[in-house]
C-alpha cells in the first residue's frame, strides 16, 4: 500500500493511500480548537481516542475494551463516539450476538477512511490538549491495556 501526505492551500493534511483493492481517496485532516476537523466533521480529543483505541485492539473492539483502552467510564459515552466517528464513516458499527439478559456490548471495526485519518494523525501529539492532559489520558490508558493483559494471561494487574 502506498501512501502520499500533501497540504492544501490552507495548509491541512491531505492523506490519500492507494492499493490495488481501492482507488485513491483523499481526506482533509485539519487542527481546531479542540480538535480536529475530518472532512468537515468536528472531532474532540475524546473521540479521536475512541478511533485510536480500535486502532490500537486490531482495527476491531466491543465498548468494553474501548473503555478498557481510554478510561471512559460509561458505555453512554463509548456508544455516543462511535455514533459520531460511523456518521463521519471513520467506524462501521453492529450489536453482537448476546444470551445474556443484559445489552449486547457494540462492536467497532474501523473503516479504511478511519484507518487513514489515524495514519495522517499519527505523531501529532496536541489535539486540542495540553501535554499533561496527553500524559494523563495515554497513562489511563497503559492501565487499562495492563488490565486487559492480566485478564488474558490470568495475573493481576
Not at 486490531?58 to 459520531?84: I, S, Y
Not at 464513516?89 to 450489536?95: D, F
Request: glycine share 8%; proline share 1%; hydrophobic share 40%.
Amino acid at each position: 500500500m502506498m501512501e502520499n501526505c500533501d497540504k492544501d492551500s490552507e495548509g491541512a493534511d491531505i492523506v490519500s493511500k492507494e492499493s490495488e483493492e481501492s482507488a485513491s481517496a483523499d481526506i482533509v485532516v485539519t487542527e481546531c480548537d479542540d480538535g480536529v476537523m475530518v472532512d468537515g466533521v468536528k472531532l474532540d480529543a475524546w473521540e479521536v481516542e475512541v478511533l485510536r483505541a480500535v486502532v490500537m485492539c486490531g482495527g476491531e473492539a466491543l465498548t468494553g475494551d474501548v473503555k478498557e483502552v481510554t478510561g471512559l467510564d460509561h458505555n453512554e459515552k463509548v456508544l455516543r463516539r462511535f455514533k459520531k466517528l460511523e456518521d463521519a464513516e471513520l467506524l462501521e458499527t453492529m450489536k453482537t450476538e448476546w444470551d445474556r439478559a443484559i445489552p449486547a456490548p457494540t462492536k467497532a471495526c474501523v473503516t479504511v477512511k478511519g484507518e487513514n485519518v489515524m495514519d495522517s494523525l499519527d505523531g501529532d501529539a496536541d489535539i486540542g490538549e495540553d501535554l499533561g492532559e496527553r500524559v494523563d489520558r495515554l497513562e489511563d490508558m497503559v492501565r487499562g491495556l495492563q488490565r486487559e493483559v492480566a485478564k488474558l494471561t490470568g495475573g493481576e494487574a
